[in-house]
Structure formats: structure tokens, C-alpha cells
């Protein structure tokens, strides 16, 4: 027999643009009760429009998960409506390309600031809310880049292979409590993350940089990989919303081929055999 329907409240973090916008406008117009957060509310535009487009409503609220005080403020809310949550996705991230040597401690640190600390900061608030009632999801957009590393990512794919081993220790932690942690980790999908939010290092267009030729041949070589991408990123929100609807979810969830055949690469070849492949790779493309 079919479970009736029941809406879940969620909370959804970096709700501006790409997969945070269509999570929150797909699951809002699924019934669902969507607190969708963003750090800058000028931005709300993307979203009202997406929402009025399926017939659906959320809430919007100012959430910049480095900013502590900002996530209290989020969470006292949701305590006060609800007193609960059933679903946090952790979603709000960049990726900043770089040799590391042209990236400075900085950039570094605020890399990680985001796409870690910054998951930890809101997951944190949100366990109280799921503990009392033995159940709850918590959803990380990874990445594939959080399963394997590639050069002038470094700091991208520490920030995500970070939040890999995160969710994976939260996993076995929260499950005495009824509470699921998963991981979605994506190839690469056209979003703003490329375009508009898209961050360089410092010296990355240094011409002083020894490493000034490579950085500009890998841009001009990534931006034809991103112009090439025709993946839909609604595919990321259909799959969150599967992961809302299933018993015992997976830890890791990978959508798309690109990802899968990465994963599946990188698992079944040994590891001097797979970084060989990747550095032929990165010595065509710098040749090319
Ligand atoms: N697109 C891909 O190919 C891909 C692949 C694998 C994983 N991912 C991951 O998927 C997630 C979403 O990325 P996307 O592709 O949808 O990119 P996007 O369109 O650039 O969206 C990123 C969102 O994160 C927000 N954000 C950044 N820093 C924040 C902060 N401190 N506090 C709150 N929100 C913040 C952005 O807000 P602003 O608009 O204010 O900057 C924006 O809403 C990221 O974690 C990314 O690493 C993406």
C-alpha cells in the first residue's frame, strides 16, 4: 500500500541560483514546506520567478553559512514555527581554480570556510531539530571532485573531499538517532558556479606566475568544456527529492556518467594507474 503524502520541512542553503533555486522551487511545488535561504536577498528575483513558474511558494530567509549569528537567527525561526526539520540540504558552494602556489592562505581558508566549515556551521543547528522525533535527512552536495582530485583544483577538491569524510563519520554518528546523512556528488552541470561565480586565484592571470602558460591554456581549455555542457541541473533536484522519498538512503549518490564513469575509474584501477591517466590527460591539454 502507497504511504500518504506527507510534506516535509526543509531547508535548503545557497537558494540564488543553480541547484539551491531548482531544489527549492521543485520541492516546494511538490507540497513541500521550503525554507530556501540565500546570503544575498537582492538576488530573490531567480527564485520568485521559478516558483511562480510551477505555482509553488517557500519561504526566503538571508542565510550566509559563514556567518554564525546569521545561522542561530535561521534556526531559531524554524524552531519556533516548526520546533522541528526534517531535511537540511547543505548546497551552498563555489569552486575556486588555481594552482596552489598562485593561491594565497586566504583563498584557501575561505574555500574551505564555504563548502566546509560553512556546512558544519548549519548542520550543527540542525540536529537539535531532528534528534527529538529520531528522524531527519541531511543532504551534502559534494561533487565528484570531492572523490578524486585533479591540478589547479586543489583547494576545491580539498574543501569537497573534506566534506566526503564529514558526511561519511556524520553518517554512522547520527544513525543511532534515526537520522540519514547522504552525499550527492555531480559531474559537471552549467550553472552559475561556472559563469558569474566562477573565482580565480590571485596570481592565476599573473603572467609573472610559473605557472602563468598552463593557467591560461587550462582556461581557455575549460571554457569549452563548460560552453560543451548540455546536462540538465534539474537532473541534481530530482534526485534530492528521491533521497527525500526513500527509506535508507544511500551515503553516496552520483547522477550523472561523467561522474559515474570517474568514480568507477578511480575504484577499479590502481591508483598509479589512475594518476597516470589524469597527468596524460592535463600534458595533452596544456599541448593542445
Ligand atoms: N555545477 C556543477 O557542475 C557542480 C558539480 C558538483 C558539485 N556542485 C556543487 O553544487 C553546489 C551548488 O552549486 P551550483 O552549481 O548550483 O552553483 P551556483 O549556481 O553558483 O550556486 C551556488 C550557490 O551557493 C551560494 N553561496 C556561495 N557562498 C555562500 C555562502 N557563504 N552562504 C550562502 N550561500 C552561498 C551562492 O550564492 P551567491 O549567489 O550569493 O553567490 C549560490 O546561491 C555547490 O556546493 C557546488 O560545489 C556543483
Redo the contacts with the bound molecule.
Sequence with gaps: MKTPFSPKVILI?????????LMAARLASKGHKVYA????LN?KEFLLNELKKRGATAEILK????DKKNVTEVFSKIGNDYGYLDVLIN?????IGGFFEDLTDEEIRQQLD??FF?VQNVTRQAIPLMRPRKAGKIIN?????GLYASPCFSA?NSS?WALEAFSESLRYELKPFGIDVCVI??????????D??ARQAKNFNNPQSPYYAMSQKLKEKFRKHVNDLHKN?EEIAILAEKLINTKNPPLRNIPDLEAKTLYFLRRLLPTNIFNAIVYIIFSKELQS
Design positions: 542553503t545557497g537558494c540564488s541560483s543553480g541547484f539551491g533555486l535561504t540565500m546570503r544575498d538576488k542565510l550566509d553559512v559563514t548546497n551552498a558552494g563555489y569552486g564555504t563548502n560553512g552536495l559534494s561533487s565528484i571532485a576545491y569537497k556528488e555531480p559531474g559537471s552541470y552549467r550553472t552559475k558556479i561556472f558569474e561565480n541541473p
